[in-house]
């Protein structure tokens, strides 16, 4: 399950064959730079954060290219696209396998983050759904506990993770940080790979090798029989 990493479309390889496999950062509206990542891929997964408008997606294969929810995503908008994949759950990449998705992640700049230094505007560039509902965590909980995955990507990351990879002295609970944690906690994955932080950063822990990808980062891997 091995993955080669590169920095978008300033950086890499896009001479050569195309990935089987790539998955994608962050893309915060940096959509042309987005659609030069996907020319040199057979598939996609990008991580969260794509931005609030997806018009851009017309002209992408939904079969081939697909996104997940962050935090700063349209959340009126996201599920209206077949390229959305939705809350939770698997998906599978013909040619490498089965991938476990859970979309989702706190604001943390709600407060003061927004247009112009304050307050994000709910349905502008705020929206509550960023996270799931409780009652769609325990169901996703049960879902991952049922499939016991190889392969997780996600937004965000367990609680216990996201010390490794920020030195922020200050960390908040979250639904999502703490749901990711209660799956870890009931099945450890072979990997796991998320966004969120704008850290390019990979680590083993526990017998996970997880990856955090930075703004427009990717990760590629070869077609296999699986994804082990």
């Avoid at 190889?150 to 367990?158: G, I, M, Q, T, Y």
Wanted: glycine residues 12%; contains cysteine.
């Amino acid at each position: 399950m091995a993955g080669r990493m590169s920095y978008g479309p300033t950086g890499g390889d896009f001479t050569g064959l195309k990935t089987h496999l790539r998955i994608i950062g962050d893309v915060h509206q940096r959509w042309g730079q987005y659609h030069l990542l996907l020319r040199k891929a057979h598939f996609t997964l990008q991580l969260g954060d794509f931005g609030f408008d997806y018009t851009t997606l017309s002209t992408v294969d939904a079969d081939r290219h697909r996104f997940l929810g962050g935090n700063h995503d349209n959340y009126d908008e996201a599920a209206k696209w077949p390229h959305y994949l939705g809350d939770y759950g698997l998906h599978c990449v013909p040619g490498f396998g089965d991938v476990f998705f859970v979309r989702g992640g706190l604001s943390i700049d709600q407060q003061s983050g927004g247009r112009g230094g304050g307050r994000r505007i709910e349905g502008v560039d705020w929206w509550p759904a960023e996270e799931l509902r409780m009652a769609d965590c325990y169901a996703a909980l049960d879902e991952y506990t049922r499939v016991r995955p190889d392969f997780v990507v996600s937004h965000e990351c367990p609680r216990s993770v996201v010390p490794h990879v920020t030195a922020s002295s200050h960390i908040l609970p979250s639904r999502t940080n703490q749901l990711l944690e209660r799956m870890l906690e009931t099945h450890r994955p072979q990997r796991w790979v998320f966004g969120h932080y704008h850290q390019s950063w990979q680590r083993v822990i526990g017998g996970t090798h997880f990856t955090c990808l930075d703004v427009l980062e990717c990760l590629d891997f070869a077609a296999s029989s699986g994804n082990a």
